[in-house]
């Protein structure tokens, strides 16, 4: 059965055009995106079984390669399909920074930084390298490391704040558990990175540590 097979009202690519997007159920948008089931399995079921399997959507577009192809009827192609929407999405995220445009709210660099990070499995540690009026030079992964965490040095953060000419900075790293509460390691280090950059006269705006759909600051908690 694929979808052609169904009820008009339950075609989840006709909602979609009728009622918008934002009216289908995960299960609905990923049966649009896989398009046809496997044997024995109609496509809205292998979408509610995905979805089950790797517990959400993230989980699914998560996914490692070898887990991924591991569901009977997914393989290489559709991997590389989910990986090249993941890495659309980013660069939707990206337009408003690669054109110029300043982070004008704590709020601006917390989607930025949930869409950059908070898909990650392993802990990555980077760095968006400001400009006097607050426009991103550059977004920089700088460190990545375990899930356990990441080795940073401050003297090649230092270095390569130089190189990019930076006025600011602002920190983030992830947490592949999920919770993005701070730890006393993440507050030790952001002090320790704020004073070998104000050697330089660079200053540190924040640190964000990012979880699965919560971004918590450090300079919102006074942690600086």
């Given amino acids: 059965m694929n979808s052609h097979s169904w009820p008009t009202d339950e075609r989840p690519r006709e909602r979609l055009l009728t009622h918008g997007a934002a009216s289908l159920s995960d299960a609905e948008l990923l049966a649009i995106f896989l398009r046809t089931g496997t044997a024995g399995m109609p496509v809205m079921t292998l979408a509610r079984h995905l979805i089950d399997s790797f517990s959400g959507l993230r989980g699914l577009m998560t996914a490692s390669q070898r887990q991924f192809c591991a569901i009977n009827g997914l393989g290489p192609a559709k991997y590389a399909q989910v990986q090249a929407a993941m890495e659309m999405a980013r660069r939707v995220m990206d337009e ?107 200053r540190v705006l924040d640190h964000m540590v990012v979880g699965h759909g919560e971004v918590v600051s450090l300079a919102e908690r006074g942690l600086m």
Avoid at 98 to 106: A, T
Avoid at 123 to 150: C, K, M, P
Avoid at 182 to 202: E, H, N
């Fill in 96 to 202: 408003p920074i690669r054109q110029g445009d300043p982070l004008r709210s704590p709020e601006d660099t917390r989607s930025y930084l949930r869409s950059r990070l908070g898909t990650y499995r392993h802990e990555v540690f980077a760095g968006l390298f400001l400009d006097n009026r607050h426009r991103v030079i550059h977004y920089r992964e700088l460190f990545r490391g375990t899930i356990d965490g990441a080795a940073v040095y401050p003297r090649e953060v230092v270095r390569q704040a130089l190189e990019d000419n930076a006025a600011a900075v602002i920190f983030a790293h992830n947490h592949p558990s999920g919770v993005a509460e701070p730890s006393q390691a993440d507050i030790t280090l952001t002090r320790r990175l704020k004073d070998a950059l104000a050697l330089v006269d660079i």
